[in-house]
């Protein structure tokens, strides 16, 4: 069983930072690819970053894109979210995601792609 565990959430003021990390269970976890999605109230989750299995491909949002850096310790079976002047249209419950799939932008940005999700963690950027 695949665990996906999202921790470093919560509110921070405009232009602020925060570091999200996702601690994945089990003994493969550096053949996942890895991702962030997120989802405002109201809104559909969508893309934010991902991460190839050894770190060596990453993409992002263009809405993220120069202000987040996606990051994988796979020692740690651990990936990051490092969110830097963050904005009050980036507050949303940001969720953690991973899958098997081989290395594809396409795939990466599409939440059908991936098996495993975390519950959440919920990041609020105050004006």
């Known amino acids: 069983q695949v665990q996906v565990t999202e921790s470093g959430g919560g509110l921070v003021q405009s232009e602020g930072s925060l570091r999200l990390s996702c601690a994945v269970s089990g003994h493969k976890f550096s053949r996942y690819t890895m991702g962030w999605f997120r989802q405002a109230p109201g809104e559909e989750r969508e893309f934010v970053a991902a991460?190839?299995?050894?770190?060596?491909?990453?993409y992002y949002a263009d809405s993220v894109k120069d202000r987040f850096a996606i990051s994988r310790d796979n020692a740690k079976n651990t990936v990051y979210l490092q969110m830097n002047s963050l904005k009050s249209e980036d507050t949303a419950v940001y969720y953690c995601?991973?899958?098997?799939?081989?290395?594809?932008?396409?795939?990466?940005?599409?939440?059908?792609?991936?098996?495993?999700w975390g519950q959440g963690t919920q990041v609020t950027v105050s004006s």
């Open positions: 995601s991973a899958d098997t799939f081989l290395w594809s932008e396409n795939w990466a940005r599409r939440p059908q792609s991936y098996e495993y």
């Open positions: 991460i190839s299995w050894g770190g060596e491909n990453t």
